[in-house]
T-cell receptor
């Protein structure tokens, strides 16, 4: 089975830094993705990690530790428009083949206050 | 704009009815995925097609079926609809079934069963 956990809600103020954690227990692992989703809209791709370490992309960074089954998304210089749900997703190579499907956590609703 | 097109945007129907949701993937993408998103379940993987063939199946009900056509568009058919089928249905596509390929999501079809 697949188990992906992330906090339900977080709040922060404009200009601050916030870290959204994700832990996973999956039968296989072939990469971890972070998506942003505004209410009622499509999820949009933010970042991808497959090796341990930090990937930086502008104001957003994502970290992965495969041995710990742990990732985090770091958002810097928060803006009001960053208020959204952030989804952690794991790609699971079922039965040894890379099928490409993603398993998603339930998302962390981030609210940025002025 | 992700390049993935879903129609219709909204669908309101009665219990027991049947509906068809349509998806056109990004140009060149061979993989199509269907997800269901409800408030209490998050994004749930339903089914994946690659170049016309079914590649992976998630928790898709027997009342639901899908197919991918030679022009790569896909349809998700939902029959004998129940109130609990009310949800956002997303289609996504990716360039290849490789570990690093993100899924690009369409804007979804909001299904309301009354």
């Amino acid at each position: 089975g697949q188990n992906i956990d992330q906090p339900t809600e977080m709040t922060a103020t404009e200009g601050a830094i916030v870290q959204i954690n994700c832990t996973y227990q999956t039968s296989g692992f072939n990469g971890l993705f972070w998506y942003q989703q505004h209410a009622g809209e499509a999820p949009t791709f933010l970042s991808y990690n497959v090796l341990d370490g930090l990937e930086e992309k502008g104001r957003f960074s994502s970290f992965l530790s495969r041995s710990k089954g742990y990732s985090y998304l770091l958002l810097k210089e928060l803006q009001m428009k960053d208020s959204a749900s952030y989804l952690c997703a794991v790609r699971d190579p079922d039965r040894g083949s890379t099928l490409g499907r993603l398993y998603f956590g339930r998302g962390t609703q981030l609210t940025v206050w002025p | 704009d992700s390049g993935v097109t879903q129609t219709p945007k909204h669908l309101i129907t009665a219990t027991g009815q049947r509906v068809t949701l349509r998806c056109s993937p990004r140009s060149g993408d061979l993989s199509v995925y269907w997800y269901q998103q409800s408030l209490d379940q998050g994004l749930q993987f339903l089914i994946q097609y690659y170049n016309g063939e079914e590649r992976a199946k998630g928790n898709i009900l027997e009342r639901f079926s899908a197919q991918q056509f030679p022009d790569l568009h896909s349809e998700l058919n939902l029959s004998s609809l129940e109130l609990g089928d009310s949800a956002l249905y997303f289609c996504a596509s990716s360039a290849r079934t490789g570990e690093g390929s993100p899924l690009h999501f369409g804007n979804g079809t909001r299904l309301t069963v009354t």
